[in-house]
C-alpha cells in the first residue's frame, strides 16, 4: 500500500504592503486613543500624591497643636515683638521648620550644630538645615524648572563663607491663620506680624470652612542668579529673607496698610501651572500644580480642590478664620 509523504516545508504567504499599512495604521490609532488616558491617569496619581502630602502636614500640625497648645507661626524669629513663645522654636524658623519633628523629620533640627532652633543653622559643614529637600514637600507634579535645589540661593558673611543651597518646597501656609497680622494692623509688611500662636478654639469659623494649607510653586518668576531681587522661591525652611516664605495670603489685593480699607480683607486669588511672568512674588498667591486646579489643606485634616476661577470674596473669606464669613468653596 503506498504512503503519501507530507512536504516538509509549506510555502508561507508574505504580508503585503498594503497589510502591513493597515496594521501600523490600526497601531497608531490604538496609540493615539490610550495615550490621553494613560497621561489622565498620571496626572491623578500626582495629584493623589499632592493631596496625600497635604494631609500629612495637616496631620503634623494637629500633632503640634495636641502637644503644644498651639498651632505653629508662619514664621517664627527670636527678636519678634511680642516675644514668640509658642514652644515650637526658641529661634527663628518657618512653618515647616517648626513641623519637622511631628512629621518623622525630627532628626533634622537635632543635627543642627548652631541655631538649632532655625533652618539657618549647620548641619555640616558646607549646608544648613534648610539645604535639605524635604520629600514630604515636594508635590510629583510640580512644573518648576530644575531640582528643588536652589542653588547657592542664601550668603550671610556674618554666618556663612560661602553661599549655601535653599531647598524648596511645594506647599504654603496661610498667613492669616499662622501668622498675627492684627499685631500690627498699620504696618502690612513688618515681620513682627508672622508668629501666630492661634489654638483651634480661635478659628471661630469653623476649621472644615477655613483654609491652613496649599499648594505653591517651587520656583516661580524671574531668576536672575542668587541675591539678585528678581530671584525668589518658595523655600521650606527659610526664614531670613520673606521672598522665599512658604506662606500664602499675607498682602492684601490693594496692598494697604490700612485696617479701614475694606481691600485689607481681600486676597489675590489661586492660579495654577503659570508662566514665570505671571508670577509677583508680593502676592503671596496659592499655585496649583494641576491646569485649572489648586489643592488646598482644611484646618479639619480635609482636602479639597478648588477652581481657580474662584471669585476673591469667598476665597478671602475662606482664609479668614474668624471674620464671621462661612464658606463652602466646594
Not at 490604538?30 to 493631596?51: K, T, Y
Not at 527663628?92 to 543635627?111: H, M, R, S, V
Not at 489685593?253 to 501651572?273: C, E, G, L, R, V
Request: proline share 8%; charged share 15%.
Amino acid at each position: 500500500m503506498a504512503r503519501t509523504t507530507p512536504p516538509l516545508h509549506r510555502l508561507r504567504r508574505a504580508f503585503t504592503l498594503v497589510e502591513l499599512l493597515v496594521v501600523i495604521a490600526i497601531i497608531g490609532t490604538l496609540v493615539g486613543l490610550l495615550l490621553p488616558a494613560v497621561q489622565s491617569a498620571r496626572e491623578a496619581a500626582r495629584r493623589s500624591q499632592s493631596s496625600n502630602n497635604l494631609k500629612q502636614i495637616g496631620l503634623a500640625a494637629h500633632n503640634g497643636h495636641d502637644t503644644l497648645g498651639c498651632l505653629p507661626p508662619a514664621v517664627a524669629f527670636w527678636w519678634s515683638s511680642p516675644q514668640y513663645t509658642g514652644g515650637y522654636t526658641n529661634s527663628d524658623g518657618t512653618f515647616f521648620f517648626c513641623l519637622l519633628p511631628f512629621f518623622e523629620q525630627g532628626a533634622l533640627p537635632k543635627n543642627i550644630t548652631n541655631w538649632k532652633g532655625s533652618g539657618l543653622g549647620q548641619i555640616d559643614a558646607n549646608r544648613a538645615a534648610m539645604s535639605v529637600p524635604v520629600s514630604t514637600l515636594v508635590a510629583p507634579n510640580d512644573a518648576s524648572a530644575g531640582s528643588p535645589i536652589f542653588k547657592d540661593g542664601f550668603r550671610a558673611d556674618w554666618m556663612w563663607k560661602n553661599p549655601v543651597d535653599v531647598a524648596l518646597c511645594s506647599y504654603g501656609c496661610n498667613f492669616q491663620v499662622f501668622g498675627r497680622p492684627e499685631n500690627n494692623k498699620s504696618d502690612l509688611w513688618t515681620w513682627h506680624n508672622t508668629h501666630g500662636q492661634r489654638r483651634f478654639a480661635d478659628i471661630t469659623d469653623g476649621t472644615s470652612k477655613t483654609i491652613f494649607l496649599a499648594e505653591r510653586r517651587m520656583a516661580c518668576g524671574p531668576d536672575s542668579g542668587p541675591n539678585n531681587s528678581d530671584t525668589f522661591g518658595n523655600a521650606w525652611g527659610h526664614p531670613a529673607d520673606d521672598r522665599y516664605w512658604p506662606v500664602f495670603g499675607r498682602t492684601n489685593t490693594a496692598y494697604t496698610s490700612d485696617p479701614n480699607n475694606p481691600a485689607s480683607k481681600t486676597f489675590f486669588p489661586p492660579m495654577s501651572t503659570p508662566k514665570p511672568a505671571q508670577c509677583v512674588w508680593q502676592e503671596y498667591r496659592a499655585i496649583g500644580h494641576s491646569a485649572g486646579v489648586v489643592l488646598c489643606g482644611m484646618g479639619d485634616g480635609s482636602t479639597r480642590t478648588v477652581s481657580t476661577a474662584v471669585d476673591t470674596i469667598p476665597w478671602s473669606q475662606s482664609l479668614l478664620p474668624k471674620d464671621g464669613s462661612i464658606v463652602d468653596l466646594e
